[in-house]
């Protein structure tokens, strides 16, 4: 069977608004990060900060950071609309989650249009990872922030 334009996956969406309690930061710098909601989420935000902070980002006045629930999604284009985005980082939160029907692979760096998406794993495997003797992980994201913060194409 042949694909057509129709050919796509719909995912219900919840209205981003709803969310304004799982919302925080300035945005000054237009960087969306989406992560889901855990235990811990206090240290887990803590060592996200540390991240940023590694490539000049201010995690509560650069980025707009949005905690979603297990199995949420949103309408990243309607969250767009009202907060500007350049870069969207998605902590182990699948880009279908965010109504984007385009392929994000794990740990690379994809432009479409004017914004850049990262997909990396979930903060809780980072976190964890940050004690064994090789953290593929890490270096991943570490390669691809640097490449969209420090050293930009």
Same mark, same amino acid.
């Not at 919840?14 to 237009?30: F, I, P, V």
């Not at 980082?89 to 880009?95: A, K, N, R």
């Not at 385009?102 to 690379?108: K, Y």
């Given at each position: 069977?042949?694909?057509?334009?129709?050919?796509?996956?719909?995912?219900?969406?919840?209205?981003?608004?709803?969310? !304004?309690?799982? %919302?925080? @930061?300035?945005?000054? #710098?237009?960087?969306?990060?989406?992560?889901?909601?855990?235990?811990? /989420?206090?240290?887990?935000?803590?060592?996200?900060?540390?991240?940023?902070?590694?490539?000049?980002?201010?995690?509560?006045?650069?980025?707009?950071?949005?905690?979603?629930?297990?199995?949420?999604?949103?309408?990243?284009?309607?969250?767009?609309?009202?907060?500007?985005?350049? !870069?969207?980082? %998605?902590? @182990?939160?699948?880009? #279908?989650?965010?109504?984007?029907?385009?392929?994000?692979?794990?740990? /690379?760096?994809?432009?479409?249009?004017?914004?850049?998406?990262?997909?990396?794993?979930?903060?809780?495997?980072?976190?964890?990872?940050?004690?064994?003797?090789?953290?593929?992980?890490?270096?991943?994201?570490?390669?691809?922030?640097?490449?969209?913060?420090?050293?930009?194409?």
């Amino acid at each position: 069977m042949k694909p057509n334009l129709l050919d796509f996956h719909l995912f219900p969406l919840s209205d981003w608004r709803q969310l !304004q309690e799982r %919302l925080s @930061g300035g945005n000054a #710098r237009h960087v969306l990060i989406v992560v889901e909601q855990e235990e811990n /989420q206090a240290e887990l935000t803590d060592y996200l900060g540390k991240i940023l902070s590694a490539v000049k980002l201010n995690l509560q006045e650069d980025t707009l950071l949005l905690r979603l629930t297990k199995g949420e999604n949103i309408s990243f284009s309607s969250l767009a609309r009202v907060h500007p985005v350049r !870069q969207t980082l %998605l902590f @182990g939160v699948p880009p #279908r989650r965010l109504g984007l029907h385009f392929t994000l692979p794990p740990g /690379q760096l994809v432009t479409a249009g004017e914004r850049a998406f990262l997909y990396a794993g979930p903060l809780r495997s980072l976190w964890e990872e940050r004690e064994a003797a090789a953290r593929p992980q890490a270096a991943a994201l570490w390669k691809n922030l640097k490449q969209l913060f420090i050293d930009p194409y």
